[in-house]
């Protein structure tokens, strides 16, 4: 089942199989655990990638 973020913006959503959302800069994701991904980045742009845990 699709989560509401998902259906907010169509144009990242590929029927539930892969997504992309591109970033701009100063924006953050976060992942709930377990939630497999990875970073793609073009070449001519500097990429800083931090990960860990964030308690409540």
């Known amino acids: 089942e699709k989560?509401?973020?998902q259906?907010?913006?169509p144009h990242c959503d590929t029927g539930g199989?892969?997504?992309y959302v591109p970033l701009q800069p100063g924006q953050t994701v976060f992942f709930?655990?377990?939630?497999?991904?990875?970073?793609?980045?073009?070449?001519?742009?500097?990429?800083?990638a931090f990960g860990g845990y964030a308690l409540r």
């Open 7 to 9: 259906m907010d913006n």
């Open 17 to 19: 199989r892969w997504r």
């Open 32 to 48: 709930r655990p377990g939630t497999i991904h990875c970073v793609v980045r073009a070449r001519d742009r500097q990429t800083s």
């Open 3 to 5: 989560q509401e973020t």
